[in-house]
Protein backbone atom coordinates (compact mmCIF):
# COMPACT_ATOMS: atom_id res chain seq x y z
CA UNK A 1 0.00 0.00 0.00
CA UNK A 2 3.77 5.45 4.17
CA UNK A 3 0.01 8.15 4.72
CA UNK A 4 2.35 10.55 8.28
CA UNK A 5 2.97 15.25 11.39
CA UNK A 6 5.91 16.15 9.01
CA UNK A 7 6.59 18.86 10.63
CA UNK A 8 3.72 16.37 12.04
CA UNK A 9 5.79 14.17 9.88
CA UNK A 10 4.10 11.55 10.39
CA UNK A 11 2.08 10.77 9.25
CA UNK A 12 2.80 4.83 5.68
CA UNK A 13 4.22 4.23 4.98
CA UNK A 14 2.01 3.86 4.92
CA UNK A 15 2.64 5.00 3.77
CA UNK A 16 0.33 3.99 5.10
CA UNK A 17 0.11 4.04 5.12
CA UNK A 18 1.02 2.75 3.22
CA UNK A 19 2.72 1.35 2.67
CA UNK A 20 6.29 0.47 0.58
CA UNK A 21 4.89 -2.85 -1.07
CA UNK A 22 6.68 -5.02 -3.20
CA UNK A 23 6.34 -8.43 -5.28
CA UNK A 24 7.18 -11.43 -3.56
CA UNK A 25 10.59 -13.08 -3.35
CA UNK A 26 13.15 -15.18 -0.85
CA UNK A 27 17.13 -14.92 -0.80
CA UNK A 28 18.67 -17.46 1.09
CA UNK A 29 22.33 -16.49 2.94
CA UNK A 30 22.77 -19.53 4.94
CA UNK A 31 20.00 -21.78 6.35
CA UNK A 32 18.59 -22.59 9.92
CA UNK A 33 18.66 -20.33 12.91
CA UNK A 34 21.90 -19.96 15.26
CA UNK A 35 24.49 -17.06 16.11
CA UNK A 36 25.53 -16.34 12.80
CA UNK A 37 22.00 -16.59 11.06
CA UNK A 38 19.73 -13.53 10.84
CA UNK A 39 16.14 -14.17 9.67
CA UNK A 40 13.77 -11.49 8.03
CA UNK A 41 11.08 -10.63 6.78
CA UNK A 42 10.88 -7.39 4.72
CA UNK A 43 8.70 -5.28 2.06
CA UNK A 44 11.30 -3.39 0.87
CA UNK A 45 12.22 -5.47 -2.15
CA UNK A 46 14.67 -3.96 -4.36
CA UNK A 47 15.93 -1.54 -1.13
CA UNK A 48 17.01 -4.60 1.35
CA UNK A 49 18.93 -6.30 -0.76
CA UNK A 50 22.21 -3.76 -0.92
CA UNK A 51 21.58 -3.58 2.90
CA UNK A 52 21.80 -7.17 3.42
CA UNK A 53 24.96 -7.20 1.71
CA UNK A 54 26.26 -4.28 3.59
CA UNK A 55 25.31 -5.73 6.77
CA UNK A 56 26.92 -8.88 5.79
CA UNK A 57 30.07 -7.35 4.90
CA UNK A 58 30.21 -5.29 8.26
CA UNK A 59 29.77 -8.57 10.01
CA UNK A 60 32.08 -11.24 8.27
CA UNK A 61 30.45 -14.88 8.85
CA UNK A 62 27.03 -13.59 9.30
CA UNK A 63 23.97 -14.10 6.79
CA UNK A 64 20.82 -12.94 6.24
CA UNK A 65 18.17 -15.06 5.27
CA UNK A 66 15.26 -12.88 4.42
CA UNK A 67 11.94 -12.98 2.39
CA UNK A 68 10.34 -10.22 0.89
CA UNK A 69 6.38 -10.07 -0.22
CA UNK A 70 3.74 -7.63 -1.05
CA UNK A 71 1.93 -5.39 1.82
CA UNK A 72 -1.39 -7.57 1.94
CA UNK A 73 0.38 -10.77 1.30
CA UNK A 74 3.12 -10.22 4.49
CA UNK A 75 0.07 -8.13 6.26
CA UNK A 76 -1.85 -11.63 6.04
CA UNK A 77 1.00 -13.86 7.06
CA UNK A 78 2.90 -11.87 9.87
CA UNK A 79 0.39 -12.13 12.32
CA UNK A 80 -0.16 -16.07 11.41
CA UNK A 81 3.36 -16.61 11.59
CA UNK A 82 3.30 -14.55 15.14
CA UNK A 83 1.03 -16.36 16.78
CA UNK A 84 2.34 -20.00 15.47
CA UNK A 85 5.87 -18.77 16.92
CA UNK A 86 7.57 -19.72 13.15
CA UNK A 87 8.07 -15.58 12.33
CA UNK A 88 11.32 -14.34 11.58
CA UNK A 89 14.03 -12.68 13.88
CA UNK A 90 12.89 -8.81 12.30
CA UNK A 91 10.43 -7.89 10.57
CA UNK A 92 8.93 -5.23 8.51
CA UNK A 93 6.34 -3.09 10.78
CA UNK A 94 4.26 -0.17 9.61
CA UNK A 95 3.79 3.05 12.10
CA UNK A 96 1.22 3.59 14.21
CA UNK A 97 -1.94 1.13 14.26
CA UNK A 98 -3.82 1.51 10.78
CA UNK A 99 -2.85 -1.91 9.54
CA UNK A 100 -2.74 -5.68 10.59
CA UNK A 101 0.97 -5.07 10.50
CA UNK A 102 1.50 -1.89 12.39
CA UNK A 103 3.57 -1.06 15.30
CA UNK A 104 0.36 -0.34 18.01
CA UNK A 105 -1.10 -3.97 16.27
CA UNK A 106 1.84 -6.00 16.60
CA UNK A 107 3.28 -4.83 20.35
CA UNK A 108 -0.25 -4.60 21.81
CA UNK A 109 -0.37 -9.03 22.05
CA UNK A 110 3.58 -8.76 23.25
CA UNK A 111 4.72 -9.88 19.64
CA UNK A 112 7.45 -7.35 19.70
CA UNK A 113 10.40 -6.57 21.57
CA UNK A 114 10.74 -3.08 23.12
CA UNK A 115 13.68 -1.51 21.77
CA UNK A 116 13.13 2.19 23.16
CA UNK A 117 16.73 0.94 24.95
CA UNK A 118 18.95 1.16 21.59
CA UNK A 119 20.98 4.26 20.79
CA UNK A 120 18.89 5.90 17.92
CA UNK A 121 15.69 5.59 20.22
CA UNK A 122 16.02 9.10 21.28
CA UNK A 123 17.15 10.61 18.28
CA UNK A 124 13.92 10.34 16.41
CA UNK A 125 12.03 13.29 15.98
CA UNK A 126 9.08 13.53 18.35
CA UNK A 127 6.62 13.42 15.30
CA UNK A 128 7.98 9.66 13.52
CA UNK A 129 8.94 8.57 17.70
CA UNK A 130 5.05 8.80 18.10
CA UNK A 131 3.81 6.35 15.52
CA UNK A 132 6.97 4.06 16.04
CA UNK A 133 5.50 3.82 19.91
CA UNK A 134 3.20 1.89 22.25
CA UNK A 135 2.56 3.07 25.67
CA UNK A 136 5.40 4.96 25.38
CA UNK A 137 7.83 2.42 24.67
CA UNK A 138 9.58 2.12 21.05
CA UNK A 139 9.46 -0.44 19.03
CA UNK A 140 9.75 -0.04 15.15
CA UNK A 141 13.29 0.70 13.85
CA UNK A 142 11.67 3.62 11.28
CA UNK A 143 14.47 4.36 8.76
CA UNK A 144 12.67 6.43 6.38
CA UNK A 145 10.15 9.28 5.57
CA UNK A 146 8.05 9.05 2.63
CA UNK A 147 5.50 11.19 0.70
CA UNK A 148 2.36 10.45 -1.74
CA UNK A 149 2.02 11.86 -5.14
CA UNK A 150 2.23 12.16 -9.15
CA UNK A 151 5.70 10.53 -10.04
CA UNK A 152 6.04 11.78 -13.68
CA UNK A 153 8.14 10.18 -16.53
CA UNK A 154 9.79 13.13 -17.67
CA UNK A 155 10.82 11.48 -20.96
CA UNK A 156 7.56 10.49 -21.58
CA UNK A 157 6.17 14.51 -20.47
CA UNK A 158 8.40 15.77 -22.73
CA UNK A 159 6.95 13.37 -25.43
CA UNK A 160 3.58 14.12 -24.55
CA UNK A 161 4.54 18.41 -24.69
CA UNK A 162 2.80 18.47 -21.55
CA UNK A 163 4.03 19.69 -17.90
CA UNK A 164 2.66 18.68 -14.39
CA UNK A 165 -0.61 20.44 -13.50
CA UNK A 166 -1.36 22.12 -10.20
CA UNK A 167 -4.36 22.98 -9.95
CA UNK A 168 -7.82 20.76 -9.90
CA UNK A 169 -9.01 22.30 -13.63
CA UNK A 170 -5.89 21.77 -15.08
CA UNK A 171 -5.27 17.93 -13.41
CA UNK A 172 -8.49 17.07 -15.42
CA UNK A 173 -8.00 19.44 -18.79
CA UNK A 174 -4.03 17.33 -18.32
CA UNK A 175 -6.01 13.93 -18.01
CA UNK A 176 -7.83 14.50 -21.46
CA UNK A 177 -4.72 15.61 -23.10
CA UNK A 178 -2.66 12.38 -22.27
CA UNK A 179 -5.52 10.42 -23.37
CA UNK A 180 -6.15 12.42 -26.44
CA UNK A 181 -2.59 11.54 -27.32
CA UNK A 182 -3.08 7.82 -26.84
CA UNK A 183 -1.10 7.75 -23.70
CA UNK A 184 -3.35 7.91 -20.10
CA UNK A 185 -1.56 10.32 -17.63
CA UNK A 186 -1.64 7.94 -14.82
CA UNK A 187 -1.03 3.81 -14.19
CA UNK A 188 -3.20 2.65 -11.17
CA UNK A 189 -2.63 -0.91 -9.72
CA UNK A 190 -6.11 -1.26 -7.76
CA UNK A 191 -5.50 -5.43 -8.22
CA UNK A 192 -3.37 -4.84 -5.21
CA UNK A 193 -5.89 -3.66 -2.68
CA UNK A 194 -3.54 -1.27 -0.82
CA UNK A 195 -2.78 0.38 -4.09
CA UNK A 196 -6.70 1.89 -3.86
CA UNK A 197 -6.02 4.29 -1.26
CA UNK A 198 -3.31 6.30 -2.66
CA UNK A 199 -5.05 8.57 -5.13
CA UNK A 200 -7.70 9.33 -2.21
CA UNK A 201 -4.84 9.83 0.72
CA UNK A 202 -3.53 12.50 -1.75
CA UNK A 203 -6.70 14.18 -2.39
CA UNK A 204 -7.66 14.14 0.97
CA UNK A 205 -4.83 15.95 2.24
CA UNK A 206 -5.89 18.97 0.69
CA UNK A 207 -9.52 18.56 0.62
CA UNK A 208 -9.91 17.70 3.97
CA UNK A 209 -6.75 18.88 5.85
CA UNK A 210 -6.81 21.84 3.69
CA UNK A 211 -9.60 23.37 5.72
CA UNK A 212 -8.74 21.82 9.01
CA UNK A 213 -5.63 20.43 10.52
CA UNK A 214 -7.45 19.23 13.51
CA UNK A 215 -9.63 17.26 11.45
CA UNK A 216 -8.42 13.65 13.31
CA UNK A 217 -8.53 15.19 16.88
CA UNK A 218 -12.48 15.78 16.03
CA UNK A 219 -12.69 12.52 14.77
CA UNK A 220 -10.77 11.17 18.04
CA UNK A 221 -13.45 13.74 20.21
CA UNK A 222 -16.58 12.13 18.13
CA UNK A 223 -17.04 15.79 16.46
CA UNK A 224 -16.86 14.61 13.09
CA UNK A 225 -17.06 11.73 10.94
CA UNK A 226 -15.90 10.31 7.35
CA UNK A 227 -19.31 10.89 6.19
CA UNK A 228 -20.00 14.19 6.80
CA UNK A 229 -16.85 15.61 6.25
CA UNK A 230 -14.99 16.56 3.11
CA UNK A 231 -13.80 12.76 3.24
CA UNK A 232 -17.11 12.65 0.11
CA UNK A 233 -15.48 15.21 -1.62
CA UNK A 234 -11.89 13.47 -1.98
CA UNK A 235 -14.11 10.15 -3.14
CA UNK A 236 -15.88 12.22 -5.80
CA UNK A 237 -12.58 13.34 -7.16
CA UNK A 238 -11.02 10.16 -7.36
CA UNK A 239 -14.27 8.81 -8.82
CA UNK A 240 -13.74 12.24 -11.22
CA UNK A 241 -10.81 11.19 -12.92
CA UNK A 242 -11.41 7.89 -13.75
CA UNK A 243 -14.46 9.12 -15.72
CA UNK A 244 -12.05 11.84 -17.21
CA UNK A 245 -9.52 8.59 -18.41
CA UNK A 246 -6.86 9.85 -15.87
CA UNK A 247 -5.81 6.10 -15.67
CA UNK A 248 -5.07 3.34 -17.83
CA UNK A 249 -8.54 1.27 -18.97
CA UNK A 250 -8.95 -1.58 -16.54
CA UNK A 251 -7.32 -0.15 -13.05
CA UNK A 252 -9.14 -3.45 -11.58
CA UNK A 253 -7.44 -5.84 -13.73
CA UNK A 254 -3.87 -4.48 -13.48
CA UNK A 255 -1.92 -5.03 -10.44
CA UNK A 256 1.41 -2.70 -8.59
CA UNK A 257 3.73 -4.49 -10.87
CA UNK A 258 2.23 -4.22 -14.08
CA UNK A 259 1.20 -0.26 -13.33
CA UNK A 260 4.86 0.21 -12.86
CA UNK A 261 5.77 -1.46 -15.95
CA UNK A 262 2.86 1.45 -17.62
CA UNK A 263 4.64 4.08 -16.11
CA UNK A 264 8.39 2.87 -16.40
CA UNK A 265 7.81 2.42 -20.14
CA UNK A 266 6.25 5.46 -21.03
CA UNK A 267 2.85 3.80 -21.95
CA UNK A 268 1.21 6.24 -19.14
CA UNK A 269 2.87 9.36 -18.06
CA UNK A 270 3.37 8.43 -14.59
CA UNK A 271 1.92 7.15 -11.46
CA UNK A 272 0.46 8.34 -8.65
CA UNK A 273 1.91 6.67 -5.53
CA UNK A 274 4.71 6.82 -2.81
CA UNK A 275 8.05 7.90 -3.50
CA UNK A 276 9.20 4.17 -3.13
CA UNK A 277 8.08 3.82 -6.19
CA UNK A 278 10.51 5.80 -7.72
CA UNK A 279 13.30 3.26 -7.27
CA UNK A 280 11.29 0.59 -8.79
CA UNK A 281 10.50 2.66 -12.07
CA UNK A 282 14.03 3.11 -11.99
CA UNK A 283 14.79 -0.60 -12.00
CA UNK A 284 12.60 -1.03 -14.70
CA UNK A 285 14.11 1.43 -17.05
CA UNK A 286 17.58 3.00 -15.53
CA UNK A 287 17.80 5.79 -18.21
CA UNK A 288 14.30 7.08 -17.38
CA UNK A 289 13.89 10.18 -15.15
CA UNK A 290 11.12 10.22 -12.48
CA UNK A 291 9.93 13.07 -10.35
CA UNK A 292 7.27 13.41 -7.54
CA UNK A 293 4.81 16.48 -7.69
CA UNK A 294 1.91 16.82 -5.13
CA UNK A 295 -1.14 15.80 -7.04
CA UNK A 296 -3.23 19.03 -6.95
CA UNK A 297 -6.76 19.07 -5.36
CA UNK A 298 -8.23 22.88 -5.66
CA UNK A 299 -8.15 25.84 -7.80
CA UNK A 300 -5.37 27.33 -5.64
CA UNK A 301 -1.87 25.59 -5.80
CA UNK A 302 -0.92 27.39 -2.47
CA UNK A 303 -3.64 25.68 -1.10
CA UNK A 304 -2.09 21.91 -1.89
CA UNK A 305 -1.05 19.74 0.77
CA UNK A 306 1.01 16.29 0.38
CA UNK A 307 0.20 13.42 2.45
CA UNK A 308 3.80 12.41 4.32
CA UNK A 309 4.93 10.38 7.12
CA UNK A 310 6.84 8.05 8.54
CA UNK A 311 7.60 5.10 6.08
CA UNK A 312 7.24 1.12 7.39
CA UNK A 313 10.50 0.38 9.93
CA UNK A 314 11.58 -3.07 11.22
CA UNK A 315 10.71 -4.47 14.60
CA UNK A 316 12.02 -7.56 16.38
CA UNK A 317 10.26 -10.62 17.24
CA UNK A 318 10.14 -10.70 21.03
CA UNK A 319 10.58 -14.65 20.56
CA UNK A 320 13.54 -14.20 18.29
CA UNK A 321 15.80 -16.90 17.86
CA UNK A 322 18.62 -14.70 17.67
CA UNK A 323 18.08 -11.38 19.58
CA UNK A 324 21.46 -10.36 19.73
CA UNK A 325 21.95 -10.66 15.95
CA UNK A 326 18.55 -9.02 15.46
CA UNK A 327 19.35 -6.21 17.29
CA UNK A 328 22.57 -5.62 15.77
CA UNK A 329 20.70 -5.38 12.33
CA UNK A 330 18.12 -2.86 13.22
CA UNK A 331 21.05 -0.36 14.44
CA UNK A 332 22.86 -1.23 11.51
CA UNK A 333 19.21 -0.35 10.21
CA UNK A 334 19.46 2.71 11.98
CA UNK A 335 23.15 3.73 11.12
CA UNK A 336 23.86 6.48 8.66
CA UNK A 337 25.09 3.95 6.94
CA UNK A 338 22.28 1.71 6.67
CA UNK A 339 19.71 4.34 6.53
CA UNK A 340 21.01 6.24 3.95
CA UNK A 341 21.57 3.34 1.93
CA UNK A 342 18.11 2.69 2.08
CA UNK A 343 16.79 5.62 1.46
CA UNK A 344 18.62 6.13 -1.22
CA UNK A 345 18.24 3.17 -2.73
CA UNK A 346 13.98 3.77 -2.40
CA UNK A 347 14.03 7.52 -3.15
CA UNK A 348 12.85 8.62 0.31
CA UNK A 349 14.39 10.76 3.04
CA UNK A 350 15.96 9.80 6.47
CA UNK A 351 13.69 9.96 9.88
CA UNK A 352 16.95 11.49 11.64
CA UNK A 353 18.95 14.47 11.33
CA UNK A 354 23.09 14.46 10.47
CA UNK A 355 22.93 11.28 8.24
CA UNK A 356 25.04 13.56 5.14
CA UNK A 357 22.42 12.47 2.58
CA UNK A 358 21.81 14.49 -0.03
CA UNK A 359 18.34 15.08 -1.34
CA UNK A 360 17.59 13.06 -4.52
CA UNK A 361 16.33 16.01 -6.63
CA UNK A 362 13.74 13.99 -7.56
CA UNK A 363 12.30 14.63 -4.00
CA UNK A 364 13.21 18.41 -4.46
CA UNK A 365 9.36 19.59 -3.96
CA UNK A 366 8.62 16.83 -1.44
CA UNK A 367 11.64 17.99 1.00
CA UNK A 368 9.92 21.73 0.09
CA UNK A 369 7.11 20.91 1.45
CA UNK A 370 7.66 19.24 4.25
CA UNK A 371 10.02 22.23 5.19
CA UNK A 372 7.19 24.33 4.49
CA UNK A 373 4.39 22.50 7.05
CA UNK A 374 2.60 21.40 3.73
CA UNK A 375 2.44 17.88 4.86
CA UNK A 376 -0.04 15.73 6.22
CA UNK A 377 0.06 12.08 7.93
CA UNK A 378 -0.49 9.29 6.13
CA UNK A 379 -4.32 9.10 7.08
CA UNK A 380 -4.66 5.31 8.42
CA UNK A 381 -1.31 5.93 11.13
CA UNK A 382 -4.40 8.13 13.80
CA UNK A 383 -7.21 5.32 13.43
CA UNK A 384 -8.25 3.61 16.28
CA UNK A 385 -7.53 0.40 15.17
CA UNK A 386 -6.30 -1.50 11.76
CA UNK A 387 -10.27 -2.37 10.68
CA UNK A 388 -10.79 1.05 8.82
CA UNK A 389 -8.53 0.95 6.88
CA UNK A 390 -9.12 -3.06 5.62
CA UNK A 391 -12.55 -1.72 4.82
CA UNK A 392 -11.64 1.01 2.65
CA UNK A 393 -9.28 -1.01 0.95
CA UNK A 394 -12.19 -3.49 -0.10
CA UNK A 395 -14.74 -0.86 -0.04
CA UNK A 396 -12.56 1.40 -2.70
CA UNK A 397 -12.09 -1.84 -5.49
CA UNK A 398 -15.66 -2.55 -4.88
CA UNK A 399 -16.40 0.82 -5.86
CA UNK A 400 -14.48 0.91 -8.97
CA UNK A 401 -16.73 -2.86 -9.98
CA UNK A 402 -19.81 -0.97 -9.30
CA UNK A 403 -20.81 -3.32 -6.25
CA UNK A 404 -20.56 -0.03 -3.86
CA UNK A 405 -21.10 3.65 -3.27
CA UNK A 406 -18.81 6.12 -1.88
CA UNK A 407 -21.64 6.83 0.89
CA UNK A 408 -21.80 3.47 1.70
CA UNK A 409 -18.15 2.77 1.82
CA UNK A 410 -17.83 6.25 4.14
CA UNK A 411 -20.24 4.74 6.67
CA UNK A 412 -18.69 1.72 7.09
CA UNK A 413 -15.46 3.19 7.91
CA UNK A 414 -17.26 5.75 10.51
CA UNK A 415 -19.08 2.52 11.84
CA UNK A 416 -15.39 0.65 12.13
CA UNK A 417 -13.79 3.85 13.52
CA UNK A 418 -16.23 4.31 16.54
CA UNK A 419 -15.60 0.60 17.23
CA UNK A 420 -12.34 2.07 19.02
CA UNK A 421 -9.33 -0.11 19.74
Same mark, same amino acid.
Given at each position: ?10 ? =???A???? =? ?9 G ?18 ? %? ?26 Q ?46 M ?15 N ?28 ? %? ?22 A?V ?10 T ?16 ? =? ?7 T ?27 ? =??A ?33 A ?26 E ?21 Q ?9 G ?43 F???S ?13 K???
Amino acid at each position: MKTRKLPVLIA =ALTAGALL =AACSGGTKAGGSGSGSKTLTLASVDQGSVE %DVVKAFEKANPGVKVRYTTSGADQYQQQIRTQLSSGTAPDVMSVWPGNGNPGATVVLARPGYLRDLSDQPWAAKMPDAIKSVAQYEGKTYNAIFGQNGIGAVYNQQAMAKAGLTPPDTWP %DLLAFCKAAKAKGTPAFALGNQDAWVTQLVLYALVATTVYGEDRDFDKKMQAGQ =ATFAQSPWTTALDKYLTMEKTGCFQKNPLGTNYEASQ =ALAATGKTLGIIQGNWVIALLKGKNPQGTFTLKALPATDDPSQTLIPAAAGAGYGVNAKAKNPELALKFVNFVMSPEGMNLFVKKQGGLPSLPDTGYSVDPSLAELSTFIASDRTVPFMDQLWPNAKVQQTMLSGLQEIFSGQSTPEKLLDEMDTDYKAGS
